[in-house]
């Protein structure tokens, strides 16, 4: 497939994009490398080879779920500016 500058102008304005002088023979060059590797990946024989959908054979390797305990409801509210036996003690916001 030969690359010419109606194509590229038709996928620039696809894209949005604007080429001109040498950056026009540059995206042709390079849409044209595209094109001849395109063709080498077709000419590959693939017959009988199955279909790859995962890269390796492990499956669903995750790290075990282990409780760890965290800082106590004491330990938080320790710092905390102004709070009351359980809970965060905060300036009201909303107006009733």
Do not use: W
């Not at 040498?22 to 080498?40: A, C």
């Not at 024989?45 to 279909?51: A, L, N, S």
Request: no cysteine; net charge negative.
């Amino acid at each position: 497939m030969e690359i010419t500058d109606e194509i590229v102008d038709h996928i620039a304005h696809l894209a949005r994009l604007e080429f001109n002088g040498d950056d026009k023979v540059n995206i042709k060059k390079d849409l044209s490398n595209i094109i001849d590797f395109i063709d080498q990946l077709n000419a590959v024989d693939t017959e009988g080879v199955e279909p790859l959908i995962f890269m390796s054979d492990a499956i669903n390797v995750l790290r075990e779920d282990k409780f760890e305990p965290s800082i106590t409801q004491a330990e938080a509210l320790k710092n905390a500016p102004n709070h009351d036996s359980d809970y965060f003690k905060i300036a009201k916001v909303l107006k009733k």
